[in-house]
């Protein structure tokens, strides 16, 4: 019986998490493909860099790279690093670098991302979210620095697959990135995991923004910490109202974990730092939306929520 062959995976967004799990599905012998925009030309001639406190400094060149969607083979899983503030321009992107029945990943922190992407694709194109639990950012072209974690797990969403048949094509997904040597599981429900990886995204990309501090700092003074935990609490509230099981005193376990982390800054401070557009509709707006229809209102998550609108605007105008 012959097997069947290796599958190709194409990254959209080789960012810190489209450069970092890209470059570690190369080097476990997967045929990876990178699509890139400023940085091509400096990943094209020196490659991509991990520096990784769990992996160790880590090279992958020459680097399959290209600039031009155009010119990339289609491919069976798509992995989208991008950040959800490009998701319009993504469908184009992903039409023309999709194989047949090719698995759609969005890497994207968030609620509903999927959702509105939907709608732009092709009915025979699965969609399926990507949780990411790391640590990581790019201090350069093509250098990517990793300071902790690591584990994705994945979740379908929609597609031409049964439902009986969808967590076995999210196994598949997941023993490819174990393949790599990452912690990776099939989760049976996407709305109650992004709900739980709101849990902790909510207060701590926004609050690093707001007060101008890492997760260390955060964790070290009473009352930062103490209004962490209230947002966290009004989080998971929101998604039990909404009918999904929370994992018992969870953001207590969350609080703990972050202890255990090296000092970290979240995605959110890098964007307003450089002054890029936030994924402040994905991480607020849409959970604040999904809780009112339930009737349930989060006022310290919409308080942050507004804090951060004004900062963006003011950066803007």
């Keep these: 019986m012959s097997q069947s062959p290796a599958p190709r995976v194409g990254i959209i967004g080789t960012g810190a998490i489209g450069g970092f799990y890209g470059l570690l599905l190369a080097r476990a012998g997967l045929d990876v493909h990178f699509l890139l925009r400023s940085e091509y030309a400096a990943v094209a001639e020196r490659g991509l860099q ?22 990339m083979p289609a491919c069976d899983w798509l992995l989208v690093g991008a950040k959800t503030t490009a998701n319009a321009e993504l469908a184009p992107l992903i039409a023309r670098a999709a194989a047949p029945g090719a698995k759609v990943v969005l890497l994207q922190n968030g609620l509903a991302v999927e959702d509105e992407l939907r709608p732009l694709l092709a009915e025979g194109l699965h969609l399926l979210g990507g949780l990411c639990y ?35 094509l999210v196994e598949e997904g997941a023993a490819m990135f174990r393949s790599a040597g990452l912690d990776s599981a099939a989760m049976p429900d996407l709305a109650q995991t992004r709900w739980q990886k709101l849990v902790w995204n909510v207060p701590y990309n926004g609050l690093s923004v707001l007060l101008d501090a890492d997760t260390r700092q955060l964790m070290g003074n009473p009352d930062s910490r103490a209004l962490i935990r209230d947002m966290m609490l009004e989080v998971v509230q929101a ?7 929370m994992p018992d005193n969870y953001a207590d376990k969350l609080l703990a974990a972050t202890e255990r982390m090296p000092d970290y800054l979240p995605s959110m401070y890098h964007d307003f730092a450089q002054r890029r557009p936030a994924e402040l509709h994905a991480i607020y707006a849409a959970p604040l939306a999904a809780a009112a229809t339930v009737g349930f209102e989060m006022p310290r998550v919409r308080a942050l929520y507004q804090a951060l609108r004004f900062i963006q605007a003011r950066q803007e105008a």
């Design 50 to 71: 991990l520096n990784s406190k769990v992996h160790g400094a880590l090279q992958l060149a020459p680097v399959q790279a290209y600039q031009r969607v155009e010119d």
């Design 134 to 168: 790391i640590c990581v950012h790019r201090s350069g072209p093509g250098v990517i620095e990793h300071q902790a974690l690591g584990a994705i797990n994945l979740a379908y969403h929609s597609g031409p697959t049964a439902d009986d048949e969808r967590l076995a």
């Design 239 to 245: 998604a039990q109202a909404l009918g999904h099981g």
